[in-house]
C-alpha cells in the first residue's frame, strides 16, 4: 500500500525558515517524480517544486531563490527546505510522487501539512 506522509509544517513568522518532509513506502521507488504542491484557502492547488529521479529540480516561480527540493533515496524521502516565508506562502503543502511509463501513470498523494506565515 502505497503511503506518502508529511510532515514539518506549522506555524511560523515572516522571514522565517521551516523544512518539510515526505517519507515514502509501499513500493515508491527513486524512479518516481517526487514534487510538492500547495493549496491555499480559496485557490487551486499549484506546483511549488518538483525533483526527478535524476536529481533535475524545478521550482515555480514564486518560490525561487527561497525554496529548494531535495530527495534522499536510501531514505525515500523528500525535503522541501523553505526559506524566506512569506504570508503567502500559507497553504496546505501536499507531497506527490509521480511515475509514467509505456503501462500507464502511477500518481500518489500524501494528506497534507498545514504551513501558517504571519505578519
Known amino acids: 500500500q502505497v503511503q506518502l506522509v508529511e510532515s514539518g509544517g506549522g506555524l511560523v513568522q515572516a522571514g522565517g525558515s521551516l523544512r518539510l518532509s515526505c517519507a515514502a513506502s509501499?513500493?515508491?521507488?527513486?524512479?518516481?517524480?517526487m514534487g510538492w504542491y500547495r493549496q491555499a484557502p480559496g485557490k487551486q492547488r499549484e506546483l511549488v517544486a518538483t525533483i526527478s529521479s535524476s536529481g533535475n529540480t524545478n521550482h515555480a516561480e514564486p518560490v525561487k531563490g527561497r525554496f529548494t527540493i531535495s530527495r534522499d533515496n536510501a531514505k525515500n524521502t523528500v525535503y522541501l527546505q523553505m526559506n524566506s516565508l512569506k504570508p503567502e506562502d500559507t497553504a496546505v503543502y501536499y507531497c506527490n510522487a509521480k511515475f509514467a511509463n509505456f503501462a500507464g501513470i502511477r500518481d500518489y498523494w500524501g494528506q497534507g501539512t498545514q504551513v501558517t506565515v504571519s505578519s
Open positions: 509501499g513500493g515508491i521507488s527513486s524512479m518516481y517524480t
